[in-house]
């Protein structure tokens, strides 16, 4: 049976379900952001709600406003402390980290729960097979009040990953290509269950980046097989008799580039011809985890970050830096001239800086470059690898294949 | 429920993001939609925002509402004056968001109205009729459609938890 099924039949009654069918279900998690927490506060303050369905279920995350850029975001960001006080959920303050990499590291996502968050990457608890499933802030406003919610259960296609891409393709630039070969149709409103030898062997670092884009697909939710390192409880992916299997050879697959301004807008690395860099951001919940920091600082180690590129790079959790501080990371990557902020969301979404300047262009490692994602429209975005952001920073032009082996 | 709207057409083109519809920056300023509303487009379609006017309705001609979770995507084009969208697919929270918050989302190809057509919406029907043309859509299921007119989730959430606790003080009371 699909997992997406199986996980709303048991939180729906036991009566199993069918894709198309409307149910309500129990929530096990539900978890709000600081950039859309005044928003449900104003809800719960209009509908004079007060209390939520279990606290200790509840959690309230600071991350998209770190360093608080000015005065209208400093004012909703004490609304939402003081809403979070008055409700006394589990609050993770500035300085915790990223919704999505806090809540894998403290098994808020276990495999087989229902995990709501009011932030569209929430999908990245598919990694541990949590059904994960990001909302906007009425449908969080309500399960937050009653613990439940209302689902349609989606239709599942599986998708094959055969082969092995170039030891410098990463998850990222695999997500990329799949995105750039199928498009967002064949994914639009589904579960998507990935298979295969390649994904099955990807650390949980990777499977978080792999699950956390999701939502660039146009998934509802996915899921990832067991690995290494995932918790207890992890489900075999097989496909249903009958079911819908995609297939995506990634033989030799080289590193993947998403142009301005869309994740889909995809061409392998040596199509940029070698194009010029001014700004290169290393974060965000699909890459600001141990592993990418690890990949910066290797490819940093005993260099310079280009005279011309500012170098932006945000762990994705208090956790994340300590362990980087400890194997020496940071002191590599601040010794080669990057930048690096407290945990967050970072530059990401234009809500704290840095945000760029009118022409820049911008190599980075987030999910999205929508125009004006980073706070300026006068900006072009492009998404890679936290390896190919690294060559370009030290280098200030994207990096062709040859550059990088 | 037969929920008959007369509102204008407005076309867009393209595959739309909500950071398209409303950036980043202004959702995590304000939590007044009326605020938001003036800087809906703003970076896709310059100056759009102030050429809406309300019972107005999107005529989309590619997947709408793509990425980010924000509410206020649909909130902003709300209190624009925004009542329908009507696109070939759409981003799936985005679509949840529009009929929690009593905008009719609705999937279908009407690319033959013109930009600024007024044209009579038959929610319960499913269909969208213009001076010369008629385009069908499935009507959306009954509990969507009651939640709509309940005003929306949190109103009609409410309203279960109040009869559920009136149901329980109401048999208390036999006891």
Known sequence: MALVNDIITAHSGGEPVTAGQLVTVNVDKVYVQDGNSPTIAKIFGDNGCESVFDKDAVGIFFDHSVITPNIAIANRLKEAHAFAERLGVQVYPQGAGISHVVAMENGWFSPGRIVMGSDSHTCTGGAVQSLALGMGASDIAAAMITGEAWLKVPETVWLNIKGKPLPITKAKDVVLYVLATLGQEKFLYRSVEWMGPWVSELSLDSAATVASLGVELGAKCVFLPDGPGRPHGMRPISPDANGTVLEVDITDLPPMVAKPHSPSNVVPIDEMNHAK??????????????????????????????????????????????????????????EAGAVVTPP????????????????????????RNFLGRMGNPEAEIYLASPLVAAHTAVHGRIPSVEDLL | MTEILNVRTRRISGVISTDDIIPGRYKHMHTDTSKLAQHVFENRFPGLAATFHASDLIVADDTFGIGSSREQAVSSLLAAGVTVIVAPRFGRIFFRNCWNLGMFAIEADALRFAEGENIVVNIGDGNLIGADTVVNFTPPPKRMLDMVAAGGLIPSVLRRINKQLLQRKGSTNHV
Do not use: W
């Open chain 1, 344 to 367: 967050g969301c970072g530059s990401c979404l234009g809500t704290q800086g840095s945000i760029p300047a009118d022409g820049d262009r911008i190599l980075s490692t987030m999910n």
């Open chain 1, 277 to 334: 860099i001014d700004y290169v951001f290393v974060g965000s919940c699909t890459n600001s985890r141990l592993e990418d920091i690890a990949d910066v600082a290797h490819q940093l180690a005993g260099k310079k970050v280009s005279d011309r590129v500012h170098c932006l790079i945000t762990p994705g959790s208090k956790d994340v830096y300590l362990k980087a501080i400890e194997k020496g990371y940071i002191s590599t990557l601040t």
